[in-house]
């Protein structure tokens, strides 16, 4: 268990529709990391919080939004969802924004669009 | 931008025995850092071993260790008394000035008896 909570853990929606992913860092980290894993694009970096502000952003679609709130868990909003978006969504926690400190994952929220 | 390159797509090795994963990445950068995540079945990503590029030295993790070539831009992972446990898909991974990660497209191993 790396301490980092994703919820929820599957979900299946239809096209057009709007989720939301949760995820709760380890308890003292302050960065959160989303990325997104699929058959055709692998393993993506999507965007990147330190202590409530948008640090960096990778390969996100425009309908894509996150947040990180003051008790630093973060949410992944997903809109007028596509069957292409159809994915496991990752979270990861770090203790801080500087490169080389460990990422540690939570158990992914597998998202299917129907 | 960097690139993380995995050019083995699948790898069999028999328990007990050593097998290495290979990775090459591509950057400009002189300070970086590289890891190996491991990602059972369950689809959780385990980080498995860490090098720093300006050490010399390779890490080693029990039974994990890296053969770091900074020069040739190659970061292998040897697998050492293979267990039916190690079956997994293999990511290396590169961050640099930036602390996102980014991956190669893994290494599915297969532990046979």
């Known amino acids: 268990d790396s301490g980092v909570t994703q919820t929820p853990k599957h979900l299946i929606t239809a096209t057009g529709q709007r989720v939301t992913l949760r995820c709760s860092p380890r308890s003292g980290d302050l960065s959160v990391y989303w990325y997104q894993q699929s058959l055709d694009q692998g393993l993506q970096f999507l965007i990147q919080?330190?202590?409530?502000?948008?640090?960096a952003k990778g390969n996100i679609l425009e309908r894509f939004s996150a947040q990180q709130f003051p008790d630093l868990h973060s949410e992944l909003n997903l809109s007028s969802l596509e069957l292409g978006d159809s994915a496991l969504y990752f979270c990861?926690?770090?203790?801080?924004?500087?490169?080389?400190?460990?990422?540690?994952f939570g158990p992914g929220t597998r998202l299917t669009v129907t | 931008a960097q690139t993380v390159t995995q050019s083995q797509p699948e790898m069999s090795v028999q328990e007990a025995e050593t097998v290495t994963l290979s990775c090459t990445y591509d950057t400009s950068e002189s300070d970086y850092y590289l890891f190996w995540y491991k990602q059972p079945p369950s689809r959780q990503m385990i980080l498995v071993i860490r090098?720093?590029?300006?050490?010399?030295q390779n890490a080693t993790e029990n039974r994990f260790s890296v053969n770091f070539q900074k020069a040739a831009k190659s970061f292998s992972l040897k697998i050492s008394d293979s267990q039916l446990g190690d079956a997994a898909m293999y990511f290396c991974?590169?961050?640099?000035?930036?602390?996102?990660?980014?991956f190669g497209t893994g290494t599915r191993l297969q532990v046979t008896l």
């Open positions: 990861a926690s770090s203790v801080d924004t500087t490169r080389g400190y460990e990422q540690y």
């Open positions: 991974a590169y961050t640099g000035t930036a602390s996102k990660l980014t």
């Open positions: 090098q720093e590029a300006y050490k010399q």
């Open positions: 919080y330190y202590n409530g502000e948008e640090r």
